[in-house]
């Protein structure tokens, strides 16, 4: 009896404490415009464990990378409606969420300050997105063309980055897909979308960018934009570096 329970102290003993984080943005302070663009010049924020990057342009009032928001507008489209998640909320009906905007060409990259390994980001298509591919605007065409048998798509690609600041994986994540034989199946994504990367192992940091079968010349006419929100995970212990 004695031999079995020095042996279940030991392993008890050996068992690694898991610690996780939670990324949900609710801790975001918002001025009454009700988002965050990077305008206070800070460059970017920081929620949990991760770093976000943002660059404001004060001559142009344009801004790239991460803002936050708590917008809810799902009806407006153009322009002015950047800020809004087409889903009317965070994910799991929260209050705040992070916006995305990929300026073409330029990936922005999410930087954990302890290398994590990620089993939850929600992701949903914003609004201004969802109503371009889905009605079209000046710059961007109705995905499927006048007919819905195009062979449109709209994706999110995540790049993990190691310790040492290689790229080491990658995932897709389609928030629009119109390349199914059967026209029924198309889709453009109006809910938020759970993704597990923790196939991936520990990260140290996550690089974001936009594709859309809409490109042209000056790159993508599909606005760049998508939502973010409840980044979960483990983190690396010091055991384990």
């Known amino acids: 009896m004695l031999a079995a329970s020095a042996a279940m102290l030991a392993m008890v003993s050996c068992e690694k404490k898991e610690t996780r984080d939670v990324i949900d943005f609710e801790e975001i ?59 009317g909320s965070g994910a799991d ?20 300050s302890i290398p994590e390994k990620v089993t939850r980001i929600s992701v949903s298509n914003s609004t201004y997105a969802y109503l371009a591919m889905l009605n079209g605007n000046q710059f ?18 995540l790049t993990a980055i190691n310790e040492s600041g290689e790229p080491f994986a990658s995932a897709e994540i389609f928030l629009a897909d119109f390349r199914f034989d059967n026209n029924s199946l198309d ?31 000056w790159g993508i006419n599909t606005p760049a934009y998508l939502c973010i929100d409840n980044i979960e995970g483990v983190l690396l212990t010091p055991d384990e570096m």
């Open 93 to 112: 009906g929260s209050e705040k969420y992070a916006v995305y905007n990929y300026f073409s060409g330029s990936p922005d990259t999410l930087w954990f």
């Open 140 to 157: 961007a065409r109705k995905f499927g063309g006048e007919t819905g048998s195009d062979p449109d798509w709209f994706k999110l690609i």
């Open 187 to 217: 889709y453009i994504s109006n809910v938020w979308t759970d993704i597990d990367l923790s196939q991936l192992g520990y990260v140290k940091g996550l690089v974001f960018e936009i594709a859309s079968s809409d490109t042209g010349q």
């Open 29 to 87: 302070v918002l001025d009454v415009t009700g988002y965050w663009n990077g305008s206070d010049g800070s460059g970017g924020f920081t929620s949990g464990n991760a770093a976000f990057v943002n660059s404001y342009n004060p001559e142009w009032l344009s801004w790239s990378g991460f803002a936050c928001s708590n917008h809810t507008d799902v009806t407006t489209p153009g322009f002015e409606n950047m800020y809004s998640s087409i889903a």
